[in-house]
């Protein structure tokens, strides 16, 4: 049997209860469902939310929950450990081991560090132990944590070169309008690409105490389809959701197709891990040579730039009318734009983002 990979993401709503604390029993369940998942030949990474709200029911003495950052980042030290004890419960039902893996945005941008967390979850892997993922809340610059596990779900699919990404959430999966503001909202099937009437179906967070709500999963089902990861968004609480998933259960949650021609892993962070710190607006011709002819970016193609980008960062590149045409790593700082090498960006650091 060729062995399959799968990242399987459980959102804050559903692996807490209503009064905040870890839902053991939905972590029963879904520990049952990996475990049914690798007797079929997967191999899975479990991506777990949580902390913060675990967290905030220990030390919150009932008060609403803080807003800053500081307060939550420091409780979300208080919750993963509870988490983790958990996971580590529901899994020893099945006697499998769980391994904690705690990541923050650097360690996918910093090679030596996206390495180290690769060969971790492969090493994990051949002692037969499950990983368990979250972010680092407790120790990532505010300014640029992720904030969502969507996107570090999706980030882990392409770092695990997993075939497969199922986000467990409290919905049935993307339905055809928000189902709150309109009951005959139905359950989309099948998703084979992504364009604007796909995003506008993108409500915010329904439960409030998730941080990711369906804009951030269509984000991540984005990237994962871009990366070649087929993508399901499906309901935690069904029974044996992972597995439902992987068979592709008809009726049952959202499935997106991996779009055709993958992004290679350095693309794919290119494209979407990476933040961008300005953006270049080309002209028509440019854009031409870039979409049609596979050119890199010359400096006389670019009209104007913003942002203080800096040698090797990135930016994101828009067309005549501002659409959002490419994203790509410059070669020249903003303060030596008009001084520095004719290829702002070369082709091999480019990724077009307007054809999927
Ligand atoms: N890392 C956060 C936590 O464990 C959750 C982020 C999210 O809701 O996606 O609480």
Not at 152 to 164: C, K, M, Q, T
Request: charged share 20%; glycine share 10%; net charge negative.
């Amino acid at each position: 049997m060729t062995t399959r990979s799968v990242v399987v993401k459980v959102g804050t709503s559903s692996v807490t209860n209503a009064s905040g604390g870890v839902d053991h029993d939905v972590l029963a369940s879904i520990a049952a469902d990996v475990v049914e998942a690798m007797n079929d030949g997967w191999e899975v990474v479990v991506v777990t939310s949580g902390a913060i709200t675990a967290g905030w029911a220990e030390v919150g003495r009932g008060q609403p929950r803080p807003r800053d950052a500081v307060s939550l980042q420091a409780v979300s030290a208080v919750g993963q450990p509870l988490l983790m004890a958990a996971w580590r419960e529901a899994f020893a039902r099945a006697g499998v081991p769980v391994g904690q893996v705690l990541l923050a945005p650097l360690d996918f941008s910093h090679r030596g560090q996206y390495l180290h967390a690769r060969s971790t979850l492969a090493t994990l892997k051949t002692l037969g132990v499950v990983p368990i993922v979250n972010e680092n809340d407790a120790v990532a610059d505010a300014e640029i944590r992720f904030g969502d596990n969507d996107r570090i779900a999706a980030l882990v699919a392409n770092l695990v070169g997993a075939s497969h990404l199922v986000l467990l959430t409290d919905t049935e999966g993307l339905l055809t309008a928000d189902p709150r503001l309109d009951p005959q909202a139905t359950l989309i099937d099948e998703v084979r690409a992504f364009d604007a009437t796909l995003l506008s179906l993108a409500g915010s967070s329904s439960s409030g105490v998730g941080s990711g709500g369906m804009a951030s999963k269509l984000a991540a089902a984005h990237m994962a389809t871009w990366s070649g990861v087929t993508t399901v968004i499906a309901p935690a609480r069904a029974t044996t959701p992972l597995v439902a998933s992987l068979r592709e259960t008809p009726g049952f949650g959202t499935t997106f197709r991996p779009r055709p021609g993958k992004l290679s892993a350095r693309k794919a962070w290119i494209a979407f891990a990476v933040a961008s710190t300005g953006t270049l607006t080309i002209n028509q011709g440019a854009m031409q040579a870039l979409e049609h002819h596979g050119r890199s970016l010359l400096r006389v193609g670019v009209v104007s730039h913003a942002g203080h980008f800096v040698d090797g960062d990135a930016v994101d590149v828009l067309g005549p009318e501002n659409q959002v045409v490419a994203k790509g790593l410059v070669r020249v700082s903003a303060e030596a734009f008009d001084d520095g090498d004719d290829v702002v960006i070369h082709r091999d650091d480019l990724v077009l983002l307007r054809h999927s």
